[in-house]
């Protein structure tokens, strides 16, 4: 079988697997699965982010073991924890779907906790001052404030690692998921002589949805650049008097200690 007649028999299959006559695969699968991923820990890696700058020790430091341990783990030791701890715990058995889903949640959680904390400690301390000045509380000043333009600047990583989700769903192949990796050892097995061109197919589709993603990041890193404000200064004499009387009805000598180190 040559390579034109390969791809002519087993193209439907590559991209969606038995769909419509059976389950989501290929392709389309390894699409969904990232997406999916990436989606669901977000929220997770933002609250985990937050809690990395956080001013309690008592929150900062297990968010931080807890991070730097699942970023330090393999994702296959992940998938293997997920396959066999959730039906341990749900009492019943988790597809395959499901499994590597849950592991990639937890892998990818710990990879934008990071970004988030990056993105919040590349702002600029004059909005966290201003947002003091203007009496909001932490939570508020993070929630209105830091967090929107924090996330903005997140942009291109965000787009960067949903392509690292995207090679990082090929490990499913292990648990038997029919996404994309899976679906060419399929095909392989059915060629049996053609194992050069099935896997050089397989790698020049994950490039071109990598590049392609790593191409749109680039455009998203130019536009926010452009786009950008232009740097906060410090915040004016009038909103540091604003933030010290603020301070100051609540303890006068730690706000009047506070003003005069700023003002050295």
Known sequence: MSIVEMIDTYWLYVLVGQ??????????????????????????????????VSRRAWLRWPVTALVYVVRGTPLLMVVFWAYFFLPAVTGHKTDQFNTMLAALVIFDAAYLAEIVRAGLQSLPSGQRLAAEALGMSRGQSLRLVLL?????????????????????????????????????????????????????MLAGCYFVMCFGLSRLAHAVERRSSRQRATPVTAPSALNRFYAFMRRGLRNPVSALARNTRTSQ
């Open 19 to 52: 769909y419509p006559n059976g389950p989501l695969g290929g392709l389309a699968l390894t699409v969904v699965l990232a997406a999916l991923g990436l989606l669901l820990a977000l929220p997770l890696g933002v609250l985990l982010g937050v809690a990395r």
């Open 148 to 200: 929107p333009q924090a996330l903005r600047h997140m942009l291109p990583s965000l787009v960067n690692q949903f392509a690292s989700t995207i090679k990082e769903t090929s490990l499913g192949t292990i648990i038997g998921l029919s996404e994309l990796s899976f679906i060419a050892g399929q095909v392989n097995a059915q060629v049996l002589v053609q194992p050069v061109a099935v896997y050089g």
